[in-house]
């Protein structure tokens, strides 16, 4: 069974060269999720040794190493979306990558830490353009039932940074956190200049309207505040002046933001895109999906070393083991969408992703966190997990004509980055300020979220499933 659409974007190169061509660009482009997964993890890795090099800054301010690229990024998702259709996907891939290397070189030899958070604001820039360029880029190179095929590729690039990457990371750091840096710096360009040569540049939008102005002056301070709350609300406290003048800032702003979208000649936001049911119903499945994985990834290294006592090695281990069986279940989950259908596969995804959840609320305090207990935990949460969120991606995109693939892939990634800092968020309020072992009641709640918001993404695309395609 393949996955209804709204256009056959039946365009992919005929023949072996052909194919080859097409998966080749894959991999160039997927190289940029390996990237921005790797600069996730060198930045955790990196904090402590940053903090010790400049002793008489705030750990507060160190902090924004992190948010500073997070909110940057967030603002600018959308624009860079559009520019893509508008004026060419490759070519801002190419320069988003460029300015990606650029920010990594100044953050690599920055001498204060103000040169530190603007290298980490050029980077976030440069995210936000290859990010929702790069499968944007790909996926017209294929019929839209593969999508989730090529998704599954990129996932699987994704699960393979998530084990790798640290332990280069941990590598890199030992030597000196600048060296991390120095590294992201090169093989971004040496992507840039790949993705230059080989992959494709799809024909721009051809619209007589240019990009409505107003939308494009409201949309980064209203996203960008928007993950700017939802990232520091739990150190601030939600009900201090400073959390609540935000959220009024962003309520206004968001909704001011969304009128313009339904008037304006040419919005950044196409609305009509969120009438087409399948791929609104798989964007907020992929938003409930990543507040569940979060919530659970905060809190269960957290546990395993304050409650349970394991040690560093069965703590790395514990997370590789879930992070194995995603890299096993993203590549299966395209076969899976077309022998099941997309809302089959990912309602499967979430039943085992809620189960391995549920495992971590009520059989391992009753092994007193035996790490035998925890193991058919982590593949259940790794293997659903990986199917859900391939799937959702995936399957969202297989709905979209080919010229609005950049704004559909970046509004997709930002409300999907939303709800794993929403998770996030949650599951920070859920421990409260407990220590040792008292911290596993809130865990175990924090789980509990977990199991619940990924068993409810069943809810949305099943019901899209009995609906028309638009």
Sequence with gaps: MTVTTVEDRDRAPSGEAGRARAWAAVCIAAASAFLYVADSAFVSLAIPQIEATFPSVPRAR?????????????????????????????????????????????????????????????????????????????????????????????????????????????????????????????????VAVMGMRLLPEPPPIDSPHRTDRVGLLLAPPAFGLAMLVLSQGSRWGWASARTLVLLAAVAVLLVAFVRRSFVAASPLLDISLLRIHGYRANIVAGVLQQASFFGWFLTAPLVMHNVWGWDGWHIAAGLFLSQITSSIGSPLTGPMVDRMGGAITVSLGAVLNALGAMGMVFVLPMTSGS??????????????????????????????????????????????????????????????????????????????????????????VMRARRAPAR
């Design 62 to 190: 160190i902090g924004w190493v992190a948010t500073a690229f997070m909110v940057t990024q967030a603002s600018l998702l959308l624009i860079a979306g559009r520019l893509g259709d508008r004026r060419g996907r490759r070519r801002y891939f190419v320069l988003g990558l460029a300015a990606y290397g650029v920010g990594a070189a100044i953050a690599a030899v920055a001498p204060g830490l103000w040169w530190l958070l603007g290298a980490r604001v050029v980077q976030g820039a440069g995210a936000a353009l290859f990010a929702a360029g790069a499968l944007a880029l790909v996926l017209p190179l294929f019929p839209s039932a593969r999508a989730a095929h090529v998704v599954g590729v990129w996932g699987l690039v994704g699960s393979v940074a998530g084990w790798l990457t640290p332990v280069l990371g941990s590598w890199l750091v030992g030597i000196n956190w600048r060296w991390e840096f120095a590294v992201l710096a090169p093989a971004a360009l040496v």
């Design 371 to 460: 790490f035998a207990a925890y193991v058919p935990c982590a593949l259940l949460l790794g293997f659903g997990c990986s199917i859900c969120g391939t799937a959702t991606s995936g399957v969202a995109l297989s709905y979209i004509p080919a010229h609005d693939l950049g704004a559909a892939n970046s509004l997709q990634q930002l409300v999907r980055r939303m709800g794993g800092a929403l998770g996030v968020a949650a599951s920070v309020g859920l421990l409260g300020e407990a220590d040792g072992r008292d911290m596993l009641p809130g865990a175990q709640r924090a789980w509990a979220l977990s199991a619940v918001l990924v068993a409810l993404l069943i809810v949305p």
